[in-house]
Nanobody, 119 residues
Framework: QVQVVESGGGLVQPGGSLRLSCAAS????????MGWYRQAPGKQRELVAR???????NYVDSVKGRFTISRDSAKNTVYLQMNSLKPEDTAVYYC?????????????WGQGTQVTVSS
């Protein structure tokens, strides 16, 4: 099994910053990709940012230029630096990892961390 644990959410004013962290542990041979999704009330879960084992990144258009995803491969950890936060960024943010173990792929989710942007 793979454990995925997020941290770093909270309440921040518009224009502020937050940094989310996510650590994966357990039965892992390789991590192919790590990413952040978010789900606002009444909306579908959407991909926010993703980073592959090769370091390639992609972002949803609404966060480009404001959010930065990075990783520490030695720690199996991914970060999401969120700047210039807007009320519409309010959501539960979920970490996702695509891992491999003995040739099998596993899609793993964290429990989610709440991000609230409000004055």
């Amino acid at each position: 099994q793979v454990q995925v644990v997020e941290s770093g959410g909270g309440l921040v004013q518009p224009g502020g910053s937050l940094r989310l962290s996510c650590a994966a542990s357990g039965s892992i041979d390789i991590i192919y990709a790590m990413g952040w999704y978010r789900q606002a009330p009444g909306k579908q879960r959407e991909l926010v940012a993703r980073i592959t084992s090769g370091g390639s990144t992609n972002y949803v258009d609404s966060v480009k230029g404001r959010f930065t995803i990075s990783r520490d491969s030695a720690k199996n950890t991914v970060y999401l630096q969120m700047n210039s936060l807007k009320p519409e960024d309010t959501a539960v943010y979920y970490c996702n990892t695509l891992t491999g173990l003995v040739g099998a792929l596993h899609n793993n989710w964290g429990q989610g961390t709440q991000v609230t942007v409000s004055s």
